[in-house]
């Protein structure tokens, strides 16, 4: 079966740096997707990883190592919005976007 | 702006009350997906519509689903609700499934409450 692994929650302080690592195992691969999705709204696209290495877009940068599997997102200078749920999603052989739970990020000041 | 709008945002419905949520896109994308969306959990994808094309999931109960009477529109259907279909429904839309970088595009999602 297909699986994305993600740790189910969070916490970090406003301000510094969180890593949330996933990791995944799918009928192919085309393409790693990170959303944010705050507490009772629609995800928003945040970073998109198709070959291994680092992406960097403001505060956020998304890693990806195809040959094992894994992504991490991470995320720097932390603010109090950033607080949200944080879903990894993997396009498979299909082009069928597999989601994880998501992983929940708590912010202390 | 070009977006993705649902209506209502929440929707309350009596058990076994057939209801309609309604999913429309201004992005002119070719392709639009319904998910069911449970608190803590991965949006679980129930179809898609690429173009006209309606496309099941396997494991989607024949108690939901979905028109696309137009590019713009989209409805899903749930004939009989139950008390475990109260979720949160996602509308997201995409240029091309099959594209590089093509993301989805989500509309706020509708609250679905059965009592």
């Known amino acids: 079966g297909q699986n994305i692994d993600q740790p189910t929650e969070m916490t970090a302080t406003e301000g510094a740096i969180v890593q949330i690592n996933c990791t995944y195992q799918?009928?192919?691969?085309?393409?790693l997707f990170w959303y944010q999705q705050h507490a009772g709204e629609a995800p928003t696209f945040l970073s998109y990883?198709?070959l291994d290495g680092l992406e960097e877009k403001g505060r956020f940068s998304s890693f990806l190592s195809r040959s094992k599997g894994y992504s991490y997102l991470l995320l720097k200078e932390l603010q109090m919005k950033d607080s949200a749920s944080y879903l990894c999603?993997?396009?498979?052989?299909?082009?069928?976007?597999?989601w994880g739970a998501g992983t929940k990020l708590i912010i202390k000041p | 702006d070009a977006m993705v709008i649902q209506n209502p945002r929440y929707q309350v419905t009596q058990f076994g009350k057939p209801v309609t949520l309604s999913c429309s896109q201004t992005l002119n994308h070719n392709v639009m997906y319904w998910y069911q969306q449970k608190s803590s959990q991965a949006p679980k994808l129930l179809f898609h519509?690429?173009?006209?094309?309606?496309?099941n999931e396997a494991d989607t109960p024949d108690n939901f689903q979905s028109r696309r009477p137009n590019t713009s529109f989209c409805f899903l259907d749930i004939r009989s609700p139950g008390l475990g279909d109260a979720a949160m429904y996602l509308c997201a839309t995409s240029r091309d499934r099959r594209g590089g970088q093509e993301t989805q595009y989500f509309g706020p999602g509708t609250r679905l409450l059965v009592l």
């Open positions: 999603a993997v396009r498979d052989s299909n082009y069928q976007l597999i």
């Open positions: 519509y690429y173009d006209k094309d309606f496309n």
């Open positions: 799918t009928s192919g691969f085309n393409g």
């Open positions: 990883n198709v």
